[in-house]
């Protein structure tokens, strides 16, 4: 059987993605930054009207906005929605008719909020009673709707917070490099040191000692 | 490696016990971690769950991604740029300008050229009932249980368009970083820089001194 990349690809993306929209933010999120970094240094550098002492900060500031970006992205969302995941699978945090299927099973109500209980699989294989037939429906809404605004939020102050404070710190030490490197192999001009002349000093020494009204 | 003891003697069971597992250290401190978090109960209804499922539906959809992550970009970066005295107040001023810049360019470029229009033309290719190649070219047609999950399961259908149309916009993405982004973000930032005060005034003072 050949190899088909296309028919791969949408296996591919059915299998990881069709249930849960968070996971894809994540890594299509880090993707964008590089590809997007990648051409925000071409444009710095290609940019005339910025002097050399400015791009001297900006450059590292881009590439280390990148970095930060993936790292603190990657981490602090996939973080966030695991720990999210994990409220909801456990039962911690829930919409109030499946709170209530929870508390009438004896099985599982004496498990909610503890890691041992996993509703994603829990729910799927119970017998539920016929009053609670929606419940695995309604469960599955709120803990996708809930997981994807953690992400956004966790990607947010990753992004636009944690980042930037760290970029900021790496780049101004860059520059900080690169002005004292600038003034270690600029050519030294040496100061003259301003010496008292002949003149001068005679003239004072005269002007001490004259007994004359006659001035010079 | 765990042994089983064939004796009876508490102590040899014990000489032949499994070794100590860490993961139990770990799972009691998550546990620990989980019982601090309050909980939390939802209002729910037929209402409230239709709801969840648009919301969540729209703010995944990657135009509305972009916007919402443009946004708080927006709201917090140039801000972090302006008050960051480790450098010259020239050096904060251009480096806020870029990042306003870089924040309405990469914004404009990924909601109307790349996200947008990918989404749109997923869509179009998509069709589970559609009757043309096109329509159904990027639906996993030789896959009958795929096509059934997608076909019946709900929401399933449309994370499967938004994770296609989210991976097509990186591939337009490689092109406009380089041919949109870049040059439209040069243009404003030298456009802001122009119009900046300070900068100006740095300026003056440089023409003044000369």
Redesign the interface.
């Known amino acids: 059987m050949s190899f088909n990349p296309f028919?791969f690809a949408?296996?591919f993306?059915?299998k990881?993605?069709?249930?849960?929209?968070a996971k894809?933010?994540i890594w299509?999120g880090v993707?964008?930054y590089v590809?997007?970094s990648?051409?925000?240094v071409?444009?710095?550098l290609?940019?005339s009207?910025?002097d050399d002492?400015?791009k001297s900060?900006?450059l590292p500031?881009e590439c280390m906005d990148a970095l930060a970006n993936i790292v603190t992205f990657v981490s602090v969302t996939t973080l966030t929605k695991h720990g999210v995941a994990?409220?909801y699978q456990?039962g911690?945090?829930?919409?109030?008719?499946?709170?209530k299927c929870l508390e009438s099973i004896p099985k599982f109500k004496n498990d909610i909020?503890?890691?041992n209980l996993n509703l994603d699989k829990e729910l799927v294989a119970a017998k539920l009673p016929e009053k609670f037939k929606d419940v695995p429906?309604?469960y599955?809404?709120?803990k996708?709707?809930g997981t994807?605004?953690a992400t956004?939020l966790a990607?947010?102050v990753s992004?636009?917070?944690i980042t930037?404070?760290i970029r900021?710190?790496l780049a101004?030490?860059a520059?900080k490099n690169f002005i004292n490197y600038k003034k270690e192999t600029s050519p030294k001009i040496e100061e003259k040191q301003p010496q008292p002349t002949f003149k001068s000093l005679h003239y004072d020494l005269y002007q001490a000692h004259s007994s004359s009204g006659l001035k010079i | 490696m765990y042994v089983q003891s064939l004796s009876t003697n508490d102590y040899s069971v014990s000489m032949c016990a499994a070794p100590k597992d860490g993961s139990g250290r770990i799972k009691k401190l998550l546990q620990k971690i989980l019982d601090k978090v309050p909980s939390a109960t939802f209002e729910d209804g037929k209402k409230k769950v239709e709801w969840w499922e648009k919301s969540n539906k729209v703010i995944a959809h990657p135009a509305v991604n972009r916007l919402i992550m443009g946004g708080g970009a927006l709201a917090f970066q140039p801000a972090i740029d302006k008050f960051n005295h480790r450098v010259d107040e020239e050096t904060r001023e251009v480096a806020k300008n870029r990042t306003i810049a870089k924040i309405i360019a990469g914004t404009f470029v990924g909601i109307f050229v790349a996200r947008g229009p990918a989404y749109t033309l997923v869509n179009k290719m998509t069709q589970i009932n559609g009757k043309s190649k096109f329509s159904k070219m990027l639906l996993p047609n030789h896959n009958k249980d795929m096509m059934k999950v997608l076909s019946t399961v709900k929401e399933s259908l449309s994370n499967y368009k938004l994770a296609w149309s989210t991976f097509i916009a990186l591939g337009i993405m490689v092109f406009t970083n380089f041919l949109l982004d870049a040059p439209l973000t040069k243009y404003l930032t030298n456009k802001f820089n122009a119009n900046s005060k300070l900068l100006n005034a740095k300026k003056e003072e440089v023409n003044d001194v000369i």
């Open positions: 028919e949408k296996e993306i059915f990881h993605y069709h249930q849960d929209t894809m933010l299509t993707t964008g590809l997007s990648a051409a925000q071409c444009a710095i290609f940019n009207k910025i002492k400015t900060f900006l500031q994990k409220l456990t911690k945090w829930a919409p109030k008719s499946v709170k909020g503890k890691l429906e309604i599955k809404a709120c996708s709707k994807t605004v956004i990607g947010i992004s636009s917070i930037p404070l900021n710190k101004s030490k520059q």
